[in-house]
């Protein structure tokens, strides 16, 4: 029997999983994929956003703020790439100014600090390479950018440091309440606790109808994105937003908290909350608004392409709290669509202790501080090289070429808990696979560390989970099945 | 702290056939003081994956295997005592030829040398170079990468297969992989024309009926997990997907073969002014880069279709090395060798004119094909040579000598360009 089961391994759930690991009582996050950050908290424009863009009064608003304002601490303390490079909203137009000084109002009354509007000049003497065409823009210092994908790492680290068990490749299929215990079925059987947290992204509507009489809607909306080699500098150094439309913030491109360029994201509704796909449409969308921003644009030195898809309300809100119409003790946090990165270290502080006053929990007798993320070997000095290699010689193999990454570093992504169990995984937790060659040279040998460490065959070894393998059998299982066919 | 520098003349990085031909040269130079670093467990490169045979036809008059060829000669350096050392990967170089590197035996080191070969390969072009939408589901992998799974490892990566891109490497996949009991269902080329060697197309498309789609591109690509299919289009001249000719291929595997590109990252921190078109190291004649003492050769200078080619021109990059390293300074009057119309990527990019200039091989590739048209050289205005070539294709790259008494024409010569004309230049 459970206290607390959180359904969804994502940056709300692991935030509200590392929140709960502070109080006594048994927690386990459920996750439908092989790995936690599988959904939106992988695939998306990793921006601590300031916090007016939300409308006064609303939950984004109070979440967005309150998130941003915990977010340079956490990422410290954790060790989570962070880098408070500020942004900018391009207005192109009078429209658009007095657009600018809406959200510079909003800003204001969700207590955003530094915010004001700024000339072309300014504008230009900040950022050279912006289109000469922006007549004004709002200055946003504060504005931050986040690795999410290792956010949403570090903050299952830190639970599963203290207890809280990670059950990947956890569908759930039903929820139902019985005798005041909550029954959520899954392919391990039949998990009872007393209390749910349904955290489940795109899917969490569906689970949230199984359990209550209040019908809610999630639209999936997929962005797409380019992301430019590292080895190209980002033409601007901050974030560079345009006047938000009524499908989202508009198109950006900023510098990610590892340096790359990322342009996008498109916005669309689609059926299938899972359909990462990318399209030639929403790519081609993309580029030609990004040269509104920056006339130059080129994906020459483009590595990859990628789709996020986030949860959007069809009641534009958060919805976060008990959730309404179900029996007791069942909680959520839905519709966390932009900007649910910012907000999650404060809906998972929030909501966290929410269900464990409700429960009554009390406070564990000794929380473990995090171990933060190792630091990469690419960021440190020759010195600490040299040292890191005479403690683990396997800093001195070198797997991956583009982004300088070791085996030491491998290895310890896949022993670390909530550990790396695919190529994916291990490109998540170490960068290696992401650069130029995106895993073409170094794939192989990751795929080796990862049979030696799982003491599995390559053949069982996949891309990220699932029916995702790499390879289909040996030379002789691929000939003997052809000459059978003949 | 690093409190050792472990001083030697010549250091050359990369232990593939460059790199090796390299050493070979420089220490018959007579440099004994001679280090190759290489970042694998063994020497050979890549051609220790390439198993099929059609290597050393100009070298040794003779059809050897990728491995044979590369025996040969890492059998050569053992022969002379060079210090190979395996398990190395160089992490930085600087313009004043410090290098440090890393390996489990050693951790940290640092090497500062007289002269450096850069001898590091290539790498493949990627998928998200293209940009091509779709899902990212498993199934889809340099033909490189392929290669390595088969032949080094003994694993399969699919049962059925498209390949896009017709470079070398993805011709010989679709000849192994069919061998191995895969179906190869397609070869797709964006352009009108194929880029790899035409005993390629017919030796591992043609015998074995794949169909090689020119002017068609992947367009998308489907399957969740791992792949289920891709859709392929015909593109129009300005390689943009014409609608309504998409086809569907049910395949599980989709390998690239869309190009490769020169390494050139070491050389880039160093400082090393690198060519847009080549993307490898801007050499004068004894392949020497921007800076000083700093050499470069084989496919991280440009990317060769023959090892043969690799070998000779490392040779030299190796030699000139050693004497670099032995204080030997060219002092004659550098000009620099120009594209010209039709050529893309001339190497070397410069010729210095002395005493010592015994001759040159200019290479490049045409920038689409030709059908009996003239290679001309030109110093200045004046021809040194206008050779009738029947066919000349940018899958082929070419090899124009230049001898001592044209050199001597070269003389007094601001340039020299190469183009490609349609009448005999006189």
Not at chain 2, 34 to 39: F, G, P, Y
Not at chain 2, 146 to 163: C, D, H, S, T, W
Request: hydrophobic share 40%.
């Amino acid at each position: 029997m459970y206290d607390v089961l959180i359904i969804g391994g994502g940056v709300i759930g692991c935030a509200v999983a590392r929140k709960l690991s502070q109080y006594q009582g048994r927690f386990a996050v459920l996750e439908r994929a092989e790995d936690v950050a599988d959904g939106a908290s992988k695939a998306n424009s990793g921006i601590v956003h300031a916090g007016f863009d939300a409308k006064p009064g609303t939950k984004k608003a109070y979440y967005n703020v309150k998130g941003a304002k915990m977010y340079a601490q956490l990422a410290k303390e954790l060790g989570v790439p962070y880098a408070n490079i500020g942004a900018m909203v391009l207005g192109f137009s009078e429209e658009d100014r007095d657009i600018l000084k809406t959200l510079l109002r909003q800003g204001i009354e969700n207590g955003v600090d530094q915010l004001r509007i700024i000339e072309r000049e300014e504008i230009l003497e900040k950022e050279p390479n912006v289109n000469p065409q922006a007549v004004c823009a709002l200055d946003v210092p504060t504005s931050a950018v986040v690795s999410p994908y290792e956010m949403t790492l570090a903050l299952a680290y830190h639970a599963a440091q203290n207890g809280v068990e990670f059950l990947l490749n956890c569908p759930v299929t039903r929820i139902y309440e019985d005798h005041e215990t909550w029954h959520v079925e899954t392919p391990r059987g039949v998990l009872e606790s007393r209390a749910i947290v349904n955290c489940a992204g795109v899917g969490a509507a569906e689970l949230h109808n199984m359990i209550s009489d209040e019908h809610l809607e999630i639209i999936p909306r997929r962005g797409e994105y380019y992301l430019l080699d590292s080895t190209v500098k980002c033409p601007f150094s901050r974030t560079m937003f345009q006047v938000p439309g009524k499908m989202g913030k508009g198109v950006l491109i900023s510098p990610t908290a590892h340096g790359n360029a990322l342009l996008g994201p498109s916005a669309e509704d689609i059926s299938d909350g899972y359909d990462t796909a990318t399209t030639r449409k929403g790519l081609d969308f993309v580029m030609d608004k990004c040269r509104l921003t920056w006339p130059d644009a080129n994906v020459r030195s483009a590595i990859t392409t990628f789709a996020g898809v986030r949860a959007h309300p069809a009641t534009n809100d958060f919805l976060i709290g008990e959730t309404h119409g179900a029996p007791e003790n069942a909680f959520e946090a839905i519709g966390i669509e932009s900007p649910g990165l910012t907000a999650a270290p404060a809906i998972g502080a929030d909501l966290g202790e929410q269900v464990a006053e409700h429960l009554k929990l009390p406070d564990a007798k000794f929380v473990k501080a995090a171990v933060p993320l190792l630091k990469p070997f690419a960021a440190m000095t020759e010195e600490e090289r040299a040292d890191a290699c005479r403690r683990d010689p396997e800093y001195g193999r070198i797997v991956c070429r583009c982004e300088v990454i070791t085996e030491a570093e491998i290895r310890d992504a896949i022993r670390r808990p909530v550990g790396a169990r695919s190529i994916d995984g291990v490109k998540r937790r170490t960068r290696a696979g992401m650069g130029r060659c995106q895993g073409g040279f170094c794939s192989p040998r990751v795929m080796e560390i990862l049979c030696e460490e799982l003491h599995c065959s390559p053949l069982d070894i996949t891309k990220s989970g699932g029916n995702s393998h790499l390879l289909v059998g040996t030379l002789n299982d691929i000939a003997k099945e052809a000459q059978g066919h003949d | 702290m690093i409190d050792t520098v472990v001083s030697v003349n010549v250091l050359v990085i990369g232990a593939g056939p460059a790199g090796l031909a390299a050493a070979i040269a420089a220490k018959k130079a007579g440099e004994n003081s001679l280090i190759v670093l290489e970042r694998e467990d063994q020497p050979g490169g890549i051609l220790r994956q390439c198993i099929h045979n059609g290597f050393g036809l100009h070298r040794f008059k003779e059809e050897l295997t990728g491995p044979e060829y590369a025996q040969r000669d890492i059998d050569a350096a053992r022969e002379l005592d060079i210090d190979i050392r395996t398990g190395v990967t160089v992490l930085s170089v600087s313009h004043d030829r410090r290098v440090t590197a890393v390996s489990r035996e050693n951790g940290l080191q640092v090497f500062q040398a007289k002269a450096i070969v850069l001898a590091m390969g290539c790498r493949e072009r990627p998928r998200g170079a293209l940009a091509i939408p779709g899902t990212r589901c498993a199934g889809i992998y340099s033909a490189g990468t392929a290669q390595k799974f088969v032949n080094l490892e003994g694993y399969m990566p699919g049962r059925r297969v498209v390949i896009l891109g017709s470079g070398d490497i993805g011709l010989i996949m679709a000849r192994r992989m069919t061998l191995q009991g895969a179906k190869v269902l397609a070869c797709v080329e964006l352009m009108p024309y194929s880029s790899g060697l035409n005993r390629n197309i017919v030796q591992c498309l043609q015998d074995y009926g794949i169909p090689l789609y020119l002017s068609h591109t992947v367009i998308d690509i489907h399957g969740r997990d791992r792949l289920t299919g891709v859709t392929v289009a015909k593109v129009d001249e300005n390689r943009r997907p014409i609608p309504g000719t998409e086809m569907e291929f049910d395949c599980d595997t989709l390998l690239l073969s869309v190009g490769l590109i020169p390494e050139n990252e070491l050389s880039a921190g160093a400082g090393v002014e690198l060519s847009r078109v080549t993307g490898g190291a801007v050499v004068s004649d004894t392949l020497e880069t921007s800076i000083p003492g700093v050499f470069a050769c084989g496919n991280v200078l440009h990317v060769h279709d023959l090892v043969d080619h690799v070998s000779n021109e490392s040779f030299r990059a190796g030699e000139m090395a050693a004497r670099y390293a032995q204080g030997e300074r060219r002092t004659g009057r550098e000009i620099p060798v120009r594209d010209g119309r039709g050529v893309r990527g001339v190497v070397p990019q410069k010729l210095v004119l002395d005493s010592e200039n015994k001759g040159v091989d200019l290479m490049f590739r045409p920038d689409r094909v030709y059908r009996d048209h003239y290679l001309t050289v030109r110093a200045d205005g004046k021809v040194l040579s206008s050779v009738r070539k029947m066919i000349l294709t940018p899958g082929e790259m070419v090899v124009q000598p230049l001898n001592e008494q044209q050199l001597a024409i070269c003389r007094d010569a601001q340039e020299i360009t190469v183009s490609i004309t349609e009448e005999k230049a006189v």
